[in-house]
């Protein structure tokens, strides 16, 4: 029987007469094991280098970040954070990777990791903001388990500060995109501007969420401390455009024979978009149609300040797009309605109506 040997890393190699072969290793940066795969050999190998990592004493931060990645923490994690975190983690264990784990709670280690992240800033602060975050979150997990005795990266603040103030799709962009940009992304435009949510939930959006009258979804984005996942419950009411859009498209399946496909929106072949499949095709579709400076992330905001303008209510707007309430009041006051001509324009069109009655 053939036993699916969890964190086994596999390196494949093309030998100077061309045949490629495969080694096997215990873990990423581990052992080599040389037996062949699925041998009762392999196994011991296997079974006996962990063992001896085991035993090992953890005395250096790369120790801390393979226990960390072998964590239910980090593989409980969507796959896509994953992700992130491994490009960043392998930064990060360049540079402390042989860090002592005693030096910790020495008080000048602080001002160290502090001086690592400015000169990381010097590129681009939200990458050294990033990777300060991801250490400081596994210094507070080995903290909680007892793997450390200090945890010098807690709370420092942020190099990066953006409020995306101008980042709104105007009506303008919108048409745009819907002039210039392959067809079969208007339906996502339209999803994101009718519902306010995330590209990463739009595009696993299944037909079983619609019902002809709402979208019901779990949101599965982080809303507290870098990569802590709490997923959010959202029903929302669809808008008569969407409405007519989706329904026009399931009509078009049946009318065809064909079943509903296991997402909403796909690809202009017809299967369901990746997310960096996604990014990349909807970054070229707004070059194409003009639309510079904006992101899909932008149209969340875009849709909180649109209800905010057609009247809608803090409470309201946060039950459409799962925000709590405190962001929805932070988006509306720092970053998306900086005196916005539209919407004084429509308060005072609110006061004209009452004095007139």
Not at 155 to 178: H, N
Not at 273 to 283: E, K, N, P, V
């Amino acid at each position: 029987m053939r036993v699916n040997l969890k964190g086994v890393h596999r390196v494949r190699k093309t030998l100077a007469n061309g045949r490629t072969i495969t080694y096997h290793y215990a873990w990423r940066g581990g052992p080599r094991l040389e037996a062949d795969p699925g041998s009762p050999e392999f196994h011991q190998q296997y079974v006996a280098a962990h063992d001896v990592q085991k035993q090992r004493p953890i005395e250096t931060l790369a120790a801390v970040f393979l226990a960390f990645e072998q964590s239910s923490d980090f593989t409980s994690l969507a796959a896509r954070t994953r992700k992130d975190y491994a490009k960043h983690l392998k930064h990060i264990e360049t540079e402390f990777g042989d860090f002592p784990i005693s030096a910790l709670a020495d008080r000048r280690t602080r001002g160290e990791f502090l001086a690592w992240r400015d000169r990381v800033g010097t590129a681009s602060q939200r990458t050294a903001d990033y990777r300060f975050a991801i250490l400081a979150r596994i210094l507070s997990w080995a903290l909680d388990r007892g793997l450390v005795t200090a945890n010098p990266c807690k709370r420092p603040g942020r190099l990066y500060r953006s409020t995306r103030a101008e980042f709104v799709w105007k009506d303008a962009d919108e048409t745009a995109f819907y002039e210039r940009a392959p067809e079969h992304l208007h339906l996502a435009l339209k999803l994101a501007l009718w519902t306010g949510q995330r590209q990463g939930d739009l595009i696993a959006l299944p037909w079983g969420a619609y019902d002809g009258r709402y979208i019901r979804l779990t949101q599965n984005k982080s809303r507290s401390k870098v990569g802590k996942r709490t997923p959010k419950r959202v029903v929302i009411p669809v808008g008569a455009p969407l409405r007519e859009a989706l329904d026009a498209l399931k009509a078009g399946y049946e009318t065809a024979g064909m079943p509903l496909p296991a997402t909403i929106l796909l690809t202009e072949r017809g299967h369901s978009w990746t997310s960096d499949g996604f990014r990349a095709t909807w970054r070229k579709a707004c070059a194409k149609a003009g639309v510079e400076g904006l992101t899909f992330h932008d149209l969340r905001g875009t849709v909180v300040t649109r209800l905010a303008i057609a009247g809608a209510s803090v409470p309201q707007i946060a039950t459409i797009t799962g925000h709590s309430l405190k962001d929805v009041e932070a988006i509306l006051d720092a970053h998306y309605l900086m005196r916005d001509p539209e919407m004084a324009e429509a308060a005072i069109s609110m006061l004209e109506r009452d004095r007139k009655l």
